[in-house]
Structure formats: C-alpha cells, structure tokens
C-alpha cells in the first residue's frame, strides 16, 4: 500500500480538482526561463518536479492550489502550454473514457440523449400500494420502477421496509408491469438479496462513504445508482464512485439528492450547479432526485425542471397513489396527475437541449 501514501496525504478536500498541472516548456526554452517558473511556483509554496529528456521539457506540479491557474503561467517566457493532469478520479474521470457512458437498465439507456426516468413511491408498502402506483407509471411510459424493500430511516423507530418480502413484491410487479426495479441495497449483509432482485441497486446518501457497500456494489453483476451524501463535496462524491469502478463495475449512475445547507424551507438544497460541474470531470450518466432534495410536494416540479434544464440525464422521482397514507416520505410523494405534468415537462425541456446538440448538456 506504500504507493497510496502520497494521494493520502494531499489534501482534496481544501484543493481543486483541476489543481494538478503539467507545465510543457518550448522545445527551445532557456535555463533562466524555467528557473523562472520553477521560482514562481516556489514563491506560490507549490512543490514542483521538473522533468527534463531529450525530446521535452515539463515541470509536474502534483499538488498546486487552486489560486495556481494556468492564467498566471502561460503568458510566461519558454511555456507552451499548462494542461491539467490526470484526474485523481482515474476511472471516473471524464478524460479517461473516449465520450459519456450510457448505463443499460434493463433496457432503459440512462445517459443517452433521452431522458431516464425511475418513479415510484418511496418504500414498498403492500402489493395493493406498489401495484396501483407501478401501473400508472408503467402507463406514463416509464419504464423504471423505483421502491425501497429496506428503508434507511433517520429514525430506529421509523418504518424500515417490508425486507425480502418487498423484494417479492418488487419482482412481482416486474413481470406484471414489465418495468425494471430500482432498489436500494442498505448494507453489506442484504446485498446478495438486492442484487437478484434489483436492475439498478441504489446505495443511499447516507451510505455514500459507507466503503465496505460500495466495494461489494464494485463486483455486483448489476449497474449501481450512487447518491450523492447529504454533506459530500463533488470530489467525494467521484471517489466513492471510484471505489465501485476500481472493483470492476463500470455501470455507475450518480444522482444528485440535495445536500445539507443553512435553508429551513426545504429538507435538503438542490444543488443544481453540481450537475453540470459533476458532467465536466465525469463521463457517467448524472440524473437527480428533486424529490428527496426538497421534501416537499410543491417543490418537486420546479425542482425537476431545473435539474433537466441544468443537463441532468435523468429523474427518479417518488410519486404515490395516497400520500397521505404512505408509511415513508409522503409529504414529497407526488399524485399521479402531479406526476404526469411533470414528466411531460420534463421531457419537453430535455428534447430543446437535445435539439440544441452537444455543449447543451
Ligand atoms: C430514497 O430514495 O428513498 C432515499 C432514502 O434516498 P436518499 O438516500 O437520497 O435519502
Ligand atoms: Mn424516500
């Protein structure tokens, strides 16, 4: 493990991602030209390898701060060109892969250039509860069924699932309904269990640095829905997907789930910006969650239509047949009709961006 020591070390909670830079001198650079810079990033307190051969000149600055942008080192005499070095996030970065990932979901492209959709109530409740909302969603066109057989509960005494029988249930309404199962996988112990069951195995937000998961989600045979945690920086975010595409699953979603901020309004704070700011440093499919990120019924469709029109590849969103009577998270659970407008907007924001072509999203 002696090799890990280094990235241990560096700091990225307090740096950029795009931080590290390769400095390529010209070929025809002088002495005093590359003291120059080597004195500079000396001054800037950046520690700084120069690497000379035959053929080029370069200077690696492994841990540079955010303040050291290429700006300030291009215009210097004998630099060619300040290109940012490879991510930390290895197979997660966006320049690791030749275009963007697009997962299978049981035959449900998430990434491509229509939108991804996964709809259900929060939590398995009762066949009569699952099936009611499972053919409304199926009859929208959706073809992703989402629903917790275990439930992470913020409170021990809260419902926490219905277990191997919500699985059952799950996989009922698959044949009945032809819809693929999104479903969440709590801990290590369940695993196997999701894993035959699910098409997507979710890993929650609170699970997001639960390490031990997201290893067995690495070898699972299934692709993996990875929220964001509540409090995790984009970095963080990328390196727990790292952990499951460095175990050999390459088939990872990440979802934006709200995070934890100073607003008493909503549950969470969307965070919109993240979704195009996660699409730059990553090739995987990124689709959000407006229902968990606002708690709130009446904020879910704005929300959703913010996060498309921001780019995101996708929604999975709660919807139920009785909020009122839900066991989890009725108060941001959406009526069928609520629904149905917002899938309908959504899909109309998404086709302008594909319309419009890349750059858009
Ligand atoms: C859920 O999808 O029901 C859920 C618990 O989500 P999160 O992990 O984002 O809170
Ligand atoms: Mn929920």
Not at 116 to 135: D, I, K
């Amino acid at each position: 493990m002696g090799h890990h020591t280094a990235d241990r070390a560096a700091p990225w909670g307090t740096m950029g991602v795009e931080a590290r830079v390769l400095i390529l001198m010209e070929p025809n650079a002088t002495r005093s030209q590359i003291q120059a810079v080597l004195a500079m990033l000396d001054q800037a307190g950046v520690r700084a390898v120069l690497q000379e051969s035959p053929v080029a000149t370069s200077i690696l600055a492994p841990h540079a701060s955010q303040a050291l942008r290429a700006e300030r080192l291009e215009p210097m005499g004998g630099v060619s060109r300040v290109v940012p070095i490879t991510s930390p996030f290895k197979l997660a970065s966006a320049d690791g892969a030749p275009g963007r990932t697009v997962v299978d979901v049981r035959g449900v492209p998430v990434g491509g250039p229509g939108l991804a959709v996964m709809a259900g109530p929060c939590g398995v409740e009762s066949r009569e509860q699952l099936f009611t909302v499972a053919r409304y969603v199926a009859e929208a066109g959706v073809r992703l069924l989402r629903a917790g057989a275990f439930k992470p509960r913020t409170s021990p005494y809260a419902f926490q699932g219905l277990g191997t029988e919500g699985l059952q249930l799950l996989e009922e309404a698959r044949r009945e309904f032809d819809l693929g199962i999104v479903t969440e996988a709590t801990e290590v112990e369940v695993f196997d269990q999701v894993e035959r069951t699910a098409d997507l195995i979710q890993i929650g937000a609170r699970n997001m640095q639960n390490f031990a998961l997201l290893k067995r989600a690495g070898r699972a045979s299934k692709p993996v829905l990875l929220k964001r945690g509540p409090a995790a920086t984009l970095e963080e975010w990328l390196f727990a997907a790292e952990y499951i595409l460095s175990e050999g699953n390459r088939n990872v979603i990440l979802c934006e789930r709200g995070i934890r901020t100073w607003s008493q309004h909503a549950r969470n704070t969307l965070d919109v910006s993240v979704i195009p700011a996660a699409q730059q440093l990553t090739h995987l499919p990124v689709i959000a969650d407006p229902s968990h990120a606002t708690g709130r019924r009446d904020l879910v469709i704005p929300c959703a239509r913010a996060a498309v029109a921001a780019g995101a590849a996708g929604l999975i969103v709660e919807t139920h047949c009785q909020p009122e009577r839900a066991l989890s998270d009725g108060p941001q659970a959406l009526l069928p009709w609520d629904f149905f407008q917002m899938l309908d907007q959504a899909r109309r924001i998404r086709a302008v961006l594909v319309q419009d072509g890349p750059g858009t999203i």
